[in-house]
């Protein structure tokens, strides 16, 4: 949602994308390229039986701004996510 330069949204340990909800429209107001994730495990994301660590959210942020972003971006993880990004 939005223009100008991109920020990334990542939850933390038990949250979801919602819990972004009041944030995105300001911020996409505010002239950024609003982009928000769900982490694998949680919110509406894919829940595989998979060993979920640091290492693995690390990677689906990085795929994710490979497929979706390229570009320099700020970043705004709250919690868990501090140590993902």
């Known amino acids: ?7 990334l949204l990542v939850h933390g340990f038990g949250a979801s ?9 300001v911020l996409a107001a ?10 694998l495990g ?3 994301s894919d829940k595989p039986a ?3 660590t640091v290492e693995l959210w690390q990677e689906q ?7 979706h972003i390229q570009e320099p971006t700020v970043l705004w993880a709250t919690r868990l996510a501090d140590c993902s990004a």
């Open 30 to 39: 505010g002239g950024y390229r609003v982009y928000a994730i769900d982490l």
């Open 42 to 44: 949680f919110g509406s």
């Open 1 to 7: 949602m939005g223009t100008g330069r991109p920020l």
């Open 50 to 52: 998979l060993n979920y």
């Open 61 to 67: 942020l990085k795929d994710f701004w490979t497929a």
């Open 17 to 25: 994308i919602g819990h972004w909800r009041k944030n995105i429209p």
